[in-house]
């Protein structure tokens, strides 16, 4: 699944220079790399994806998202080209997960609540579209260690079925470093939420971003400007959890992307 793929889409002659060039996992949960022209617009579907200056745009793709789908070009007079491109369907491993707390797992009005306030917070945080440069740097681990946890695997808890995981989990002890994998603006820093305890999110760019969850302390503050490698948090176990590990999620916008695919290979332990 984590086979990169590279090519150059045809399409009608009479917009041969504005076929986009296209890079990444072409697979649910990844994350596509596009070149064109400066002055083309592109589409997907209805959406209009943002194109920097140099003609860089993204795209993601979720858990479950269609295996078919389309881009549509526009140039300075008008004209129209459209792009088939079809993602991988992928398969996913079941975890369970027991001793969790009965609180966290029937949570109490108030607790609900208090879960739909945090809730909004994130997605407002993971909307900001910053024209940042970010997006494009080959991202690094956050934290090197065992993975306990991969993205999109059925959770059971306590032996309920639940959603889907939909980060990387990195087991290691309290205290420990995080790095930011790559460059960014701080567009969240919260002491403690219900579900992911103490949580930071950078933007990276263009709607791309990372979340850290169940940190133990939070080394940067919102609108602050990260550069890649940078100390951003320390490793924790607030929130819900059964032992000290990073959670690292990815998105595009609301589209949730496998971290996995975006860094190499973890270091052998």
């Known amino acids: 699944m984590k086979?990169?793929?590279s090519f150059l889409l045809i399409c009608a002659p009479a917009l041969a220079l504005a076929s986009p060039v296209l890079d990444g996992h072409f697979t649910q949960g990844g994350l596509i790399y596009g070149k064109v022209a400066p002055h083309i617009r592109v589409y997907w579907g209805d959406?209009?994806?943002?194109?920097?200056?140099?003609?860089h745009f993204i795209l993601g793709f979720g858990r479950d998202a269609e295996l078919?789908?389309?881009?549509?070009?526009?140039?300075?007079?008008?004209?129209?080209?459209?792009?088939?491109?079809?993602?991988a369907k992928r398969t996913y491993q079941i975890?369970?997960?027991?001793g969790i707390s009965e609180r966290?797992?029937?949570?109490?009005?108030e607790d609900q609540l208090r879960i739909t306030r945090e809730a909004t917070?994130?997605?407002?945080?993971?909307?900001?579209?910053?024209?940042?440069?970010?997006?494009?740097?080959?991202?690094?681990?956050?934290?090197?260690?065992?993975?306990?946890?991969?993205?999109?695997?059925?959770?059971?808890?306590?032996?309920?079925p639940r959603r889907p995981h939909f980060g990387i989990d990195i087991a290691a002890p309290?205290?420990?470093?995080?790095?930011?994998?790559?460059?960014?603006?701080?567009?969240?820093?919260?002491?403690g939420m219900f579900?992911?305890?103490?949580?930071l999110i950078i933007d990276h760019g263009h709607g791309l971003s990372s979340s850290f969850l169940h940190l133990s302390k939070i080394l940067v503050q919102q609108d602050d400007i990260i550069t890649q490698g940078q100390v951003i948090a320390e490793v924790g176990a607030t929130g819900r959890v059964t032992g000290p590990h990073l959670d690292w999620r990815v998105n595009w916008f609301e589209h949730r992307l496998d971290p996995a695919l975006l860094a190499p290979k973890m270091p052998e332990q």
């Open 104 to 109: 966290m797992m029937e949570p109490t009005v």
């Open 121 to 160: 917070q994130v997605s407002q945080a993971r909307r900001i579209h910053r024209d940042l440069p970010y997006f494009k740097e080959s991202f690094i681990w956050p934290v090197t260690g065992r993975i306990s946890g991969v993205y999109g695997s059925q959770r059971i808890l306590n032996g309920e």
């Open 3 to 5: 086979r990169i793929i």
């Open 174 to 191: 309290t205290g420990t470093k995080i790095k930011a994998p790559a460059g960014g603006v701080v567009s969240l820093d919260h002491d």
């Open 95 to 98: 975890q369970r997960i027991d």
């Open 68 to 87: 078919n789908h389309s881009l549509y070009l526009i140039d300075r007079s008008g004209q129209v080209s459209s792009h088939d491109l079809q993602i």
């Open 47 to 55: 959406q209009r994806l943002n194109v920097s200056p140099e003609g």
């Open 195 to 199: 579900y992911s305890g103490k949580t």
